[in-house]
């Protein structure tokens, strides 16, 4: 699991695409609908804490985990700024700790793709099922193998900015369904001066089956999953799925 760097510097520069707003209308219904009108709320895999904000505009009592310090540096300056109360803290998410339990935990923007084995998948959930209250509510979202072999597979994406520009290449291992992508980020520090980061990232394409039966093991139960911002079942063609598991007891240690 490789930590945002100096891609952390641009990032949202470079997902100023991403309509967090929208996104944020989609997961407060399902909040919403399973009964999660306000409370404390985990954001796992916060990242700059775009959609942190976000949820805490719409009430709810906002916690968020990244394991990339540069990242949460950003999210602080938001913090900062929009005078939210929020707790941010630096943690790896398969070895996450709170000091109590929340109502729900959410997970956007592809975050349990980066864990890349099977079985730290479902420690992450195991960790989840004990920090949520009784009944309470997990939501993620997850890329699936079909984005990664059909439409992101192996191309170059090149974006230039003002003061950044990136080159992202991509590749997907099949056989493994590891998806790997190697970026040079170019950032501006001076007039004629660029200073270049380089990160590589790998993810993990998995099966709705397979993400059941973590959940499972986990010792969650395993709700429902939805074609991204719709309540259709996912598709063959569907790029990325929503996930709804819900607290089931607390497994013995």
Known sequence: MEAYTGFAAVYDTFMDNIPYAEWCKYLTGLLKEYGVEDGLVLDLGCGTGSLTELLA?????MIGIDYSEEMLELAMEKKYDSGKDILYLCQDM???E????????VSICDCMNYVTEYEDLTEVFRLVNNYLDPKGIF????????KYSEVMGDTTIAEDREDSSFIWENQYEA??????YDLSI???EEEDLYRKYHETH???AYSLEEVKAAIEEAGMEFVTAYDAFTKDAPKPTSERIYVIARERGKLEA
Not at 141 to 146: I, R
């Open 57 to 61: 505009e719409e009430g709810y009592d």
């Open 186 to 188: 170019f950032v501006r």
């Open 202 to 204: 790998y993810q993990r």
């Open 139 to 146: 939501i993620f979202d997850m890329n699936t193998e079909y």
């Open 98 to 105: 709170l000091y109590g339990t929340v109502a729900a935990v």
């Open 175 to 180: 056989e493994e369904k590891i998806n790997i």
């Open 94 to 96: 398969r070895e996450f």
